[in-house]
């Protein structure tokens, strides 16, 4: 079964930035598209990034576009996801999960479960 465990939330002021991190286990993951989604209080889960399996292509909600990058290590089983020039609205829980496929992704149809997430607050 896969494991998913994110870290590197916390509190920030608007302009700030933060860098969250998630390992996976359960499976090796080099085939796997990676990605970044949030939960907002009263709201439901929503994109954020993916990266496919090579780490060579990469999609972003408009959202974040241009201030969020999502990157990967294969040989650690870890993605990444650099916050800069944060803002209140991007206050939320953040999970990561894997897929087999990157263009579903968007979907968030091909998961089983979920991490328990990392919390970000952006004060304004």
């Known amino acids: 079964q896969v494991q998913l465990v994110e870290s590197g939330g916390g509190l920030v002021q608007a302009g700030g930035s933060l860098r969250l991190s998630c390992a996976a286990s359960g499976r090796t993951f080099s085939g796997y598209a990676m990605g970044w989604f949030r939960q907002a209080p009263g709201k439901e889960r929503e994109f954020v990034a993916a990266?496919?399996?090579?780490?060579?292509?990469?999609l972003d909600a408009d959202s974040v576009r241009g201030r969020f990058t999502i990157s990967r290590d294969n040989a650690k089983n870890m993605v990444y996801l650099q916050m800069n020039s944060l803002k209140p609205e991007d206050t939320a829980v953040y999970y990561c999960?894997?897929?087999?496929?990157?263009?579903?992704?968007?979907?968030?149809?091909?998961?089983?479960?979920w991490g328990q997430g990392t919390q970000v607050n952006v004060s304004s």
């Open positions: 990266i496919n399996s090579s780490g060579k292509i990469t």
């Open positions: 999960n894997v897929g087999p496929r990157f263009a579903s992704m968007t979907t968030q149809t091909d998961f089983d479960s």
